[in-house]
């Protein structure tokens, strides 16, 4: 049997009770409300995978899943609360987000292959709530493309560690990967064969598959955030629609990995038809309240055609319902209220960010030497680059967000994300090699409040994933800085 604060992340509290251990005996059965009802036959689902019990949903189940609506207004929607008696288990929270996170944390109290036995849960109860709104990861699906199957598989990976956001990185100079109602030769030229690195990471998603997409995310509680990079890498733009070059004339396909070379054209109306057509066929498809518009790099453009350009396009994401966020580069022009620099940077440097919190904008951390998930584990990884160091497990662990930078501390943080650039990744099996375990010392980070965390503590309950990722099928890194179990 587990211990009950054997869960990444960490909860908040948890109170073991050994005389009050729950056995899952095979005459068990699930009660919920109407408005828990997915959620129900997911738990219902899982019990029945590993005991091979039958595992009914009905009215009065030892196992009740409840939405208290009348608890504490302030209370995030993803806060829990999980009660394991011996006659029974209660897990409770305000909304559907809170019973989806405590049966993460259910799951990680049950083994995760089809034991088909009687299995018990250990005593006690647990409260949990996140320390950060945002928890997010990103998959750059521009120079290597993954397909839906593929986003899905990822999508539930990183669930069970209460990811809730991923953010796709859907355009670059390599490949533009969302379809676009009225500019079909995006993808059609820049989504198809012979694109990506080396010509290696071809596709795109149609506006169908990435709803769809959308929609599957909603299902596991993780918010899809579109990005569409601009002014910079927009290379596989201009390839497409040569007027969207400042003198009209073609450029070439690149499928190297060099950034900063591409600009949109600031004077040019032409830009912003374009730019205003795409973000509102995104924002279209996008249930969720964010969208990215990229801003980093855009070393080919002059700082004053970057104001001009950032300061008329912001704004459009407000039009098209969506507050917008951008890579911390955008923090040097005066931002809308509800706009969210993402900080990359690895020194803190006069840029603007530590200006928009004072003047009370959220930031999202993601600082390039703790979180990039695309940096080498270490000397001997066959993947991944290395500019902002190697980053090994422990590296990716202790640090915090709220430290980065002076003047963004814990109260103007939206949250942390680890960004995945697929320079070197041509797989599902290579995202996930540099994604995992790394992504789970982000998503405690993003979870756990600050003064409960430690390495050694987990180092040990994530040496509990090796069997875990292994029969879920995730090709995770065996670091050797854990003992694996
Ligand atoms: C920097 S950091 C980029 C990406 C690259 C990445 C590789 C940032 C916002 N942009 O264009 O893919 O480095 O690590």
Same mark, same amino acid.
């Given at each position: 049997?587990?211990?009950?604060?054997?869960v990444?992340?960490?909860?908040?509290?948890?109170?073991?009770?050994?005389?009050?251990?729950?056995?899952?005996?095979a005459?068990?059965s699930?009660?919920?409300?109407?408005?828990?009802?997915?959620?129900?036959?997911?738990?219902?689902?899982l019990?029945?995978?590993?005991?091979?019990?039958?595992?009914?949903?009905?009215?009065?189940g030892?196992?009740?899943?409840?939405l208290?609506?009348?608890?504490?207004?302030?209370?995030?929607?993803?806060?829990?609360?999980?009660d394991?008696?011996?006659d029974?288990?209660t897990?409770?929270?305000?909304?559907a987000?809170?019973?989806?996170?405590?049966?993460?944390?259910?799951?990680?109290?049950?083994?995760?292959?089809?034991?088909?036995?009687?299995?018990v849960?250990?005593?006690?109860?647990?409260?949990?709530?996140?320390?950060?709104?945002?928890?997010g990861?990103?998959?750059?699906?521009?120079?290597?493309?993954?397909?839906?199957?593929?986003?899905?598989?990822?999508?539930?990976t990183?669930?069970?560690?209460?990811?809730?956001?991923?953010?796709?990185?859907?355009?670059?100079?390599? $490949?533009?990967? *969302?379809? @676009?109602? %009225?500019?079909?030769? !995006?993808?059609?030229?820049?989504g198809?064969?012979? +694109?990506?690195i080396?010509?290696?990471?071809?596709?795109?998603?149609t506006?169908?598959e990435?709803?769809?997409?959308?929609?599957?995310?909603?299902?596991r509680?993780?918010?899809?955030?579109?990005?569409?990079?601009?002014?910079?890498?927009?290379?596989?733009?201009?390839?497409?629609?040569?007027?969207l070059t400042?003198?009209?004339?073609?450029v070439?396909?690149?499928?190297?990995?060099?950034?900063g070379?591409?600009?949109?054209?600031?004077?040019?109306?032409?830009?912003?038809?374009?730019?205003?057509?795409?973000?509102?066929?995104?924002?279209?498809?996008?249930? $969720?309240?964010? *969208?990215? @518009?990229? %801003?980093d790099?855009a !070393?080919?453009?002059?700082?004053?055609d970057?104001? +001009?350009?950032?300061?008329?396009?912001l704004p459009?994401?407000?039009?098209?319902?969506?507050?917008?966020?951008?890579?911390?580069?955008?923090a040097?022009?005066?931002?809308?209220?509800?706009?969210?620099?993402?900080?990359?940077?690895?020194?803190?440097?006069?840029?603007?960010?530590?200006?928009?919190?004072?003047?009370?904008?959220?930031?999202?951390?993601?600082?390039?030497?703790?979180?990039y998930?695309?940096?080498?584990?270490?000397?001997?990884?066959?993947?991944?680059?290395?500019?902002?160091?190697?980053?090994?497990?422990?590296?990716?662990?202790?640090?915090?967000?709220?430290?980065?930078?002076?003047?963004?501390?814990?109260?103007?943080?939206?949250?942390?994300?680890a960004?995945?650039w697929?320079?070197?990744?041509?797989s599902?099996?290579?995202?996930?090699?540099?994604?995992?375990?790394?992504?789970?010392?982000?998503?405690?980070?993003?979870?756990?409040?600050?003064?409960?965390?430690?390495?050694?503590?987990?180092?040990?309950?994530l040496?509990?994933?090796?069997?875990?990722?292994?029969?879920?099928?995730?090709?995770?890194h065996?670091?050797?800085?854990?003992?694996?179990?």
């Open positions: 049997m587990r211990q009950l604060g054997d990444i992340p960490l909860p908040v509290s948890v109170r073991p009770d050994a005389t009050a251990d729950f056995r899952v005996t005459g068990v699930v009660s919920a409300a109407p408005a828990a009802a997915a959620v129900a036959d997911e738990l219902a689902g019990l029945r995978r590993v005991t091979g019990f039958p595992v009914p949903r009905d009215e009065d030892a196992i009740r899943l409840r208290d609506e009348t608890v504490d207004e302030a209370k995030s929607p993803e806060s829990y609360r999980l394991i008696a011996a029974g288990v897990l409770s929270a305000p909304a987000q809170g019973l989806f996170a405590g049966l993460q944390t259910l799951r990680q109290l049950l083994p995760e292959t089809a034991v088909q036995v009687e299995v849960l250990p005593g006690g109860r647990i409260e949990d709530e996140p320390r950060f709104a945002y928890r990861t990103m998959l750059d699906l521009a120079r290597h493309f993954y397909g839906p199957a593929d986003i899905r598989s990822y999508i539930d990183i669930a069970q560690f209460k990811i809730n956001h991923l953010h796709l990185h859907l355009t670059d100079d390599q $490949g533009w990967r *969302l379809e @676009i109602e %009225g500019w079909p030769r !995006l993808t059609e030229v820049s198809g064969e012979g +694109t990506g080396d010509g290696q990471g071809p596709g795109f998603l506006a169908r990435y709803a769809d997409l959308v929609a599957y995310g909603e299902t509680f993780v918010t899809i955030v579109p990005e569409i990079d601009l002014p910079g890498h927009v290379n596989a733009a201009q390839v497409a629609y040569p007027e400042c003198d009209g004339e073609p070439q396909p690149r499928t190297d990995a060099e950034v070379y591409s600009s949109l054209c600031a004077d040019k109306e032409e830009t912003y038809a374009f730019v205003e057509d795409v973000i509102r066929v995104v924002a279209g498809l996008t249930s $969720g309240p964010f *969208l990215h @518009i990229g %801003g790099e !070393l080919s453009t002059t700082a004053e970057y104001r +001009t350009f950032m300061t008329r396009v459009l994401a407000g039009k098209y319902g969506k507050r917008a966020i951008g890579w911390h580069e955008m040097a022009v005066e931002l809308p209220p509800s706009a969210v620099p993402q900080y990359w940077r690895i020194e803190p440097a006069d840029d603007g960010v530590a200006r928009a919190a004072e003047s009370g904008h959220q930031v999202i951390m993601s600082p390039a030497d703790r979180s998930l695309d940096m080498k584990y270490d000397e001997s990884s066959p993947l991944g680059l290395d500019w902002a160091g190697l980053l090994g497990v422990e590296r990716s662990y202790e640090w915090d967000p709220a430290d980065r930078l002076p003047g963004v501390g814990e109260e103007s943080l939206l949250g942390v994300e960004p995945l697929s320079e070197t990744l041509r599902l099996a290579d995202v996930e090699y540099m994604a995992f375990p790394r992504l789970a010392a982000i998503a405690e980070i993003g979870w756990t409040p600050r003064a409960d965390r430690s390495w050694p503590s987990f180092r040990s309950r040496a509990e994933f090796g069997p875990r990722f292994a029969a879920q099928g995730v090709n995770f065996r670091s050797p800085e854990i003992d694996w179990k």
